[in-house]
């Protein structure tokens, strides 16, 4: 298995995988998972799920705003993606021509909270210009 180096952008401690009962406590919902975490975790509340498969991780470690901002990008992007019925790739390649992006960078995982931001407001303007175009 790969080892992946990451660092936390808050701190510079280095990250280190831990499964996610570490931080989430334990439960049949998290059996399996793994996280990255902030070597100076609890003090430094910063974290990233990884891929269960080969615990590749899902994007860069993110503090409490920054992980809340990208749940709430993947929410508008899933909400955006039911209304226009899109398959998921084809959201993606829509999100990477808004925001001048590559493929490699389109992650939401990957996002800043500024990204997340234009994430959110994108969809939910091409989700009002639909329903002026229906009307
Ligand atoms: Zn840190």
Known sequence: MKNYQLNCPYCGAPAVCRPA???YGNSVRNKGSYLYLCSHWPACDSYVAAHKQDKRPMGTLANA?????????HRALEEFRRSRHMEKWAVYVW?????????EQ???????????????ALCRQSQKTQYQESA
């Open 65 to 73: 705003s920054l992980r809340r901002k990208r749940i709430l990008a």
């Open 21 to 23: 009962s570490t931080v």
């Open 95 to 103: 999100l990477q021509g808004k925001l001048g992006l590559s493929p």
């Open 106 to 120: 389109t992650h939401i995982g990957m996002f800043s909270e500024k990204q997340c931001g234009q994430v959110i």
